[in-house]
């Protein structure tokens, strides 16, 4: 079975790229990546090409456009459970999430089998480089989501999370629905429903210094309406338990 492997989904990140996957494969751990790239128009597809020469364990997913980031994780799960990975990654391209936390996530994760998470908000607010305005809306977007779910997360919303392959086996990846960073609370939300242990580990968060984010309004808005859909259809769902 092969162990270790880190999603990073990509669009635009070609100012990203060479340095993401180098600090990942610079870590005294061993991890492979998959890169999938949603057809980005400044030639991210064509360098990481170029990439696998230098690094064999190296690889890419190239889908025909942007689908959003929840589909790019499922067809991204998908490729790492048909290869056999035990442990699997999200971590973003722009070095918000910092590549030498994947290792504390792994050691975390390997206790339980279960889901890791980078949180930047269980031993407060450790976000660098953000406007107060911004940190404020991700903070309580999590406040709120534990108001309405009952999931005992700090940080929902988190995009730097470890995952046991049986998280990914258990779960049926095709009922996920949402496609912005709500993604982030239904997996979290789904996997805690099924009875797997969902720890934090807390990290500082630093905003991007190359590249352009990609919230926009109508994330926040599937966010906010959505988590209480999410919450009414959980009622009338039966999860699966693990032992």
Request: one cysteine or more.
């Amino acid at each position: 079975m092969k162990t270790r492997i880190v999603i990073i989904p990509t669009y635009n990140e070609i100012e990203n790229i060479d340095f993401i996957t180098q600090a990942v494969f610079e870590l005294p751990m061993d991890f492979d990546v998959l890169i999938v790239d949603d057809n980005s128009p400044d030639g991210t597809g064509k360098r990481i090409k170029e990439l696998q020469q230098k690094y064999p364990n190296l690889h890419l997913l190239e889908r025909k456009e942007k689908n959003g980031l929840g589909t790019a994780y499922i067809d991204g799960f998908k490729w790492c459970l048909q290869k056999g990975y035990e442990y699997v990654f999200e971590m973003d391209a722009d070095f918000s999430h910092n590549p030498t936390d994947l290792m504390r996530l792994y050691e975390a994760c390997t206790t339980h089998q279960g889901m890791t998470i980078g949180s930047r908000y269980v031993t407060g607010v450790n976000v660098v480089n953000w406007p107060m305005s911004r940190v404020m809306l991700s903070f309580f977007a999590s406040k709120y989501v534990r108001f309405i779910t009952g999931l005992d997360v700090h940080d929902t919303t988190a995009g730097f999370v470890c995952y046991h392959q049986r998280i990914l086996e258990t779960i049926d990846l095709d009922r996920i629905k949402f496609r912005g960073y709500a993604f982030q609370i239904e997996m979290k939300f789904t996997a805690w429903k099924h009875g797997f242990k969902v720890t934090e580990v807390p990290i500082i968060f630093t905003d991007r210094t190359r590249g352009e984010s990609k919230i926009s309004k109508g994330i926040i808005k599937e966010a906010v309406w959505g988590v209480i859909s999410m919450k009414i259809k959980s009622l009338f769902h039966t999860y699966k338990q693990v032992e």
